[in-house]
């Protein structure tokens, strides 16, 4: 799953093992240590791995449930009527052509 929000971009994948736990990566560290200030994710905080080898250089192991319950905080946390402006105003201009260029790419998958 990609999920891209206010507070950073996330791939989440099932690795299999540490059994019963989620990966959560990022490009960013700073993603990371955003996520980890909601509650459900904290007791992670001082797990964030760092991989120059790996495509995604951040990620976090967190159980399952945990993972569960942050998603459902961050649904919580919109309090915006347009998401780039959100991220412009909380991530800076500079994450929001990023994230524009993404809702661009993804636009052609829209047919007119």
Known sequence: MWIVTVRGFYSVVDKGEP???MCVRSRVREDLENL????????YSDSIQESGISDYRFRVFVDREDWVQAAAELAREIDYDNFKNAVADR????????YSKVWSAL??????
């Open 36 to 43: 980890c200030q909601l509650g459900s994710m904290d007791a």
């Open 91 to 98: 991530q800076g201009p500079a994450r929001a052509s990023i």
């Open 107 to 112: 636009g052609r998958l829209q047919r007119t």
């Open 19 to 21: 059994e019963g736990m």
